[in-house]
């Protein structure tokens, strides 16, 4: 018999024995999230979501299928299915044990775009994603009519631009949902949304947390004999916190076919991926902010005041609670710099050098340290979809130099990861000019892994300190894990999101902080007039050179 372990041996054991009792007795969150270029899982300790314990991904892409970005439906769950199949082999590896229930829920993915169904339950049109930009005239008409900014992006624009289209499915349209909210609806049977992801899809009230009652009126009158009232529509509305469904027999064999996931787990509100980025980040309160870098990138500061005018550059969204958000969204974030880092891994492979795609990337983030503070003359424009802030409704990734410009390695990464930011950078003027206040600015995404780099060049492009957690690299899977674990929590304790989040999950998380550098500030100026000056040259690729109209598949790299 060997003897029990003591000392350090048996304290080294404590959490290894605490990880899998929690997996094996159901003490957990799961959290799965639709990213535009992988879906993951993440599973953590329920009691402390600051532990993860086991994690699973699974790589995605979307299609340009007759002008409109759509993911195909059955890669919705077969990517879910493959995702949550990782996470279970994560878990046997590292504890020894698979999970066969979970203590709590939450589904989590890309905002807005446009999801109908008729009354049995069948998708009217493939689903139409947050990158189309075909739905200007529906956005001008409501901005107008509202008297707020409905942006191209936004599932109400999208629906309007299909009743405006007079488009044949209108008719029978009698659901409409976000991508979140759909999957969800499967797993529960529930149609619900919780209020950061619905404010996506219709302005919301901050006094009610529910859709704006005034502006539904507004839209049921000018929609009138059309299509149903909105409200027979769209999703049930909650808050962080509150029950949201259960899962269903038939949910827990779509998520898990092998049939070991039992049914009954609780689920928290879906949420999308702007909500999930400031749960991430502990960003919910107001004066508090965070940086989300992906395949969109988009800042999201938490309001303690109403903006003083509407502004097309700004979304006004709210947090997981209801609380209001001014949010600067931009369509294209790291997905050109992903491009970039599997050109330069396939001439490295080419050359016989065997390298990793992040090791790739790690080493091309870095050399862009050894640039020019204003990447000698390079300009970047990451544009592979159509970018309002920048009045571009189609895309074209171009690389801009003069003859005198200094065409390094350094220069050209720096320019690219500048790219990433500069039209964030001039949304973010616009909050400048409101006199929004901010304590703190967080970030996350995957290209903030390599430290010391996006970070830095992101207080430089703000002129103001960004903060990194440790966890910042899980992202919005994590984000509504702590969501689901949230509501586990609070079947016990009744305390609000922002409490929560400072005393139970990042009480003990260390966040590495960046403060801007002077050179890195005028640098990032100096390409930013450039950059702005240079826009001319990138709508004139657009009117140039048009998009073939045939299907294609966008081969998007892995910066989410």
């Known amino acids: 018999m060997l003897p029990a372990p003591t000392g350090d041996s048996a304290a080294a054991d404590e959490p290894a024995a605490a990880a899998r009792d929690a997996i094996a007795g159901g003490r957990t969150a799961l959290g799965i999230e639709f990213g535009s270029t992988r879906i993951k899982a993440c599973l953590v300790d329920a009691d402390d979501p600051s532990v993860v314990l086991a994690v699973g991904s699974h790589e995605w892409e979307n299609a340009y299928v007759d002008r409109l970005w759509t993911y195909a439906i059955d890669d919705v769950w077969s990517g879910l299915q493959a995702a949550y199949a990782a996470l279970v082999a994560d878990a046997e590896a590292r504890h020894g044990v698979a999970p066969t229930t979970v203590g709590a829920l939450g589904v989590s993915a890309m905002m807005h775009g446009y999801l109908a169904f008729d009354e049995t339950g069948e998708l009217l049109v493939p689903f139409r994603t947050w990158r189309n930009t075909n739905t200007g005239a529906a956005a001008r008409e409501l901005t107008e009519l509202l008297g707020v900014n409905i942006p191209l992006r936004w599932s109400i624009a999208h629906l309007h631009q299909a009743v405006v289209d007079a488009e044949p499915h209108v008719p029978r349209v009698r659901f409409v949902t976000t991508l979140a909210g759909y999957v969800h609806w499967r797993l529960t049977g529930r149609k619900i949304l919780g209020v950061g992801d619905a404010s996506g899809m219709f302005p919301i009230d901050p006094q009610t947390a529910d859709y704006d009652a005034d502006l539904v009126g507004r839209y049921d009158a000018l929609a009138a004999g059309r299509i149903p009232p909105l409200r027979d529509l769209l999703p049930q509305v909650l808050v962080a916190g509150e029950p ?250 009744e305390h609000d999101l922002d409490a929560y989040l400072r005393d139970r999950v990042f009480r003990d998380v260390e966040f590495e902080t960046a403060e801007p550098d002077p050179r890195d500030v005028a640098g990032f100026a100096a390409y930013l007039s450039r950059y702005d000056a240079g826009l001319a040259v990138e709508r004139a690729a657009v009117e140039a050179l048009p998009e073939p109209t045939a299907s294609s598949t966008s081969p998007e790299g892995s910066a989410q």
């Open 244 to 493: 949201a469904g259960e899962l269903t027999a038939e949910g827990a064999s779509l998520l898990d076919p092998s049939g070991a996931l039992q049914a009954g787990a609780p689920l928290c509100p879906p949420e999308g991926d702007a909500g999930t980025g400031m749960v991430a980040t502990a960003a919910v309160a107001p004066r508090t902010g965070n940086v989300s870098a992906g395949t969109s990138i988009f800042a999201m500061v938490v309001l303690e005041h109403p903006l003083a005018e509407v502004h097309d550059e700004l979304d006004i969204v709210t947090t997981p609670a209801g609380d209001p958000v001014a949010m600067v969204h931009c369509n294209n974030g790291a997905s050109e710099l992903a491009e970039w880092a599997g050109l330069f891994g396939r001439f490295a492979a080419a050359s016989g050098a065997v390298t990793d795609p992040d090791a790739v990337f790690d080493t091309l983030l870095r050399e862009a340290l050894t640039g020019e503070d204003d990447a000698g003359g390079l300009l970047a424009y990451n544009h592979l979809a159509g970018e309002p802030i920048a009045g571009l409704t189609e895309g074209r990734p171009l690389l801009v130099r003069s003859p005198g410009s200094r065409f390094t390695l350094g220069n050209l990464m720096r320019a690219e990861v500048y790219g990433v930011f500069a039209t964030l950078a001039l949304g973010m003027r616009v909050l400048d000019d409101e006199g929004v206040a901010l304590d703190r600015m967080l970030a996350h995404g995957g290209v903030f892994r390599t430290a010391g780099v996006a970070q830095r060049f992101l207080a430089g492009a703000l002129d103001a300190p960004v903060s990194v957690a440790a966890t910042a690299s899980e992202g919005g899977a994590w984000g509504i894990a702590v969501l689901a674990a949230y509501l586990r929590s609070r079947g016990a304790a």
